[in-house]
């Protein structure tokens, strides 16, 4: 405890013999009146000469604040920075801001009620009043009625104090002493650094923002834009090959892509055709056929192409003996791979549709080399 007096504070038996000490200890102008009651005692407020509580006033303005504030930047960012048409209407449509202006108006106004009251009129944080601590409290919560005179900023005449009250007719009257100052682990003072570290960090964030809307040309991240790379196929003196693009580990297959297996043609001769010759089959080889085989096989793959004769090469006759001898696996591997001035298909054509095109050459060939039984 310190040494200073907080207050002197008298017990009285009756609210009527508090309301009576009242107005004699106020003329005097020890310090400020406080009056300590089990319950509440009609007309004190008046009598301590109490002024109305301003809190309904700062309510309604910080609420008005608050819809002005809503409207306000809904007005800009909706109707000028980035103006949005909904449903036809004019970007400027007041009527739509109502719902955000009355939450924030309502979150304004409830958040000065509470930290009004607390931090401003209750004058929080104040942990541990010192009049909870005074031999009076006890009584005053049963059935005795308290009057305190308090310092106000200045140290307290102790002695007019308790004169001024044993004359109003308090019984007993006791000097209730100044708290000692907060420690460094006090609530009060980790509530202030924890203040002030939030004040700190909403600082520093406007202050960024601000910076950063005023200044644009100047990010406060360039290392994040201007990070050391290299360019597609340039060289770099980082790898032992000089080449800054890396090629595949040996052996890596693409996803979804692999290699086609056999090594030679005559192992390609092996390959069975893994579609079933059906309608469906035959219709999506028809189809790529027209599209990738006909311009240079013909129609009808005897040869004869539907370019005109600025075409130099000569294609395939796929209704000759040798090609209507070849197996599936062959054809197959002459798409895939190419052959003589004919390239490989296999970037145009799936294995599925390369298969399905070997599917319709044998039905080309059929058509145009029948057999006994095709004629019955």
């Known amino acids: 405890m310190s040494d200073k007096a907080f207050a002197v504070l008298g017990l009285f038996d009756s609210p009527d013999g508090l309301l009576a000490a009242i107005p004699r200890v106020r003329a005097l102008g020890l310090g400020r009146l406080e009056a300590y009651t089990p319950y509440p005692v009609h007309g004190v407020e008046k009598a301590l000469g109490l002024k109305k509580s301003p809190l309904a006033g700062m309510v309604l303005?910080?609420?008005?604040?608050?819809?002005?504030s809503a409207f306000l930047f809904q007005f800009w960012a909706t109707g000028i920075d980035y103006p949005i048409v909904?449903?036809?209407?004019?970007?400027?449509?007041?009527?739509?801001?109502?719902?955000?202006?009355?939450?924030?108006?309502?979150?304004?106004?409830?958040?000065?009620?509470?930290?009004?009251?607390?931090?401003?009129?209750?004058?929080?944080?104040?942990y541990g009043h010192p009049v909870l601590s005074s031999r009076a409290i006890a009584a005053v919560t049963r059935d005795r009625f308290a009057l305190a005179v308090e310092a106000l900023g200045e140290e307290l005449d102790v002695q007019a104090a308790r004169r001024a009250l044993e004359e109003a007719g308090a019984s007993p009257v006791e000097v209730v002493p100044l708290p000692a100052p907060d420690g460094p682990y006090s609530p009060n003072a980790l509530l202030r650094g924890l203040l002030a570290v939030a004040a700190s960090c909403l600082a520093a964030g406007l202050?960024?923002?601000w910076g950063i809307k005023l200044m644009p040309v100047l990010p406060p991240m360039v290392h994040m834009e201007d990070q050391p790379r290299v360019n597609a196929q340039a060289p770099s003196a980082f790898f032992a090959d000089g080449h800054a693009m890396r090629l595949p580990a040996p052996g890596t297959?693409?996803?979804?892509?692999?290699?086609?297996?056999?090594?030679?043609?005559?192992?390609?001769?092996a390959l069975p055709n893994p579609l079933p010759r059906n309608a469906a089959v035959l219709a999506l080889g028809k189809a790529r056929y027209g599209t990738f085989c006909a311009v240079c096989h013909g129609p009808l793959g005897d040869g004869v192409p539907t370019l005109t004769a600025a075409y130099g090469a000569?294609?395939?006759?796929?209704?000759?003996?040798?090609?209507?001898?070849?197996?599936?696996?062959?054809?197959?591997?002459?798409?895939?791979?190419?052959?003589?001035?004919?390239?490989?298909?296999?970037?145009?054509l799936?294995?599925?549709?390369?298969?399905?095109?070997?599917?319709?050459?044998?039905?080309?060939?059929?058509?145009?080399?029948?057999?006994?039984?095709?004629?019955k």
């Open 207 to 209: 202050l960024t923002y």
């Open 253 to 269: 297959v693409a996803r979804g892509f692999l290699p086609y297996g056999p090594a030679s043609r005559e192992e390609a001769a």
């Open 86 to 126: 909904v449903g036809g209407k004019s970007p400027l449509a007041w009527q739509a801001y109502i719902p955000i202006v009355f939450e924030v108006m309502v979150l304004f106004a409830t958040f000065t009620a509470g930290l009004g009251m607390l931090l401003l009129l209750n004058r929080l944080p104040f």
């Open 61 to 68: 303005v910080m609420g008005l604040v608050g819809a002005l």
């Open 314 to 348: 000569k294609p395939a006759n796929l209704q000759s003996r040798t090609v209507r001898e070849y197996p599936d696996g062959v054809i197959f591997d002459v798409i895939t791979r190419g052959k003589n001035a004919m390239p490989s298909y296999a970037w145009a």
């Open 350 to 375: 799936t294995e599925e549709e390369r298969w399905a095109v070997v599917h319709y050459v044998r039905v080309l060939e059929r058509a145009q080399n029948a057999r006994d039984e095709d004629l």
